[in-house]
């Protein structure tokens, strides 16, 4: 069992920016693999990123590139997404998960950018 837990949501304007953390319970954190998905209402639940268990690969889905970055603290047990230049259509819940024996996903934080 891992428990995740995601902070750091809010509401912001365009052009703005927000980073969102995401800490994960278990001694096995380094070996993990996480990664962001964002549902907007009305909308699939839609992967942004991952981020290997070393923090040396990423990936991103085409319409965040440039703008987010996904980056890990081994040594605290926490994955951060970093959002700049936010966009209206950025608005979603995001959640993060850990690839562990299973995927395991957080409850949620709100991001809302205003126009």
């Known amino acids: 069992q891992v428990d995740v837990a995601e902070t750091g949501g809010g509401l912001v304007q365009t052009g703005g920016s927000l980073r969102l953390s995401c800490q994960a319970s278990?001694?096995?954190?380094?070996?993990?693999?996480m990664g962001w998905f964002r549902q907007a209402p009305g909308e699939e639940r839609a992967r942004v990123g991952t981020?290997?268990?070393?923090?040396?690969?990423?990936f991103y889905i085409d319409s965040v590139k440039g703008r987010f970055t996904i980056s890990r603290d081994n040594t605290k047990n926490t994955m951060y997404l970093q959002m700049d230049n936010l966009k209206p259509e950025d608005s979603a819940v995001y959640y993060c998960?850990?690839?562990?024996?299973?995927?395991?996903w957080g409850q949620g934080t709100q991001v809302t950018v205003s126009s």
């Open positions: 981020i290997s268990w070393s923090g040396d690969v990423t």
């Open positions: 278990g001694r096995m954190f380094n070996t993990y693999t």
């Open positions: 998960y850990v690839d562990s024996d299973h995927r395991y």
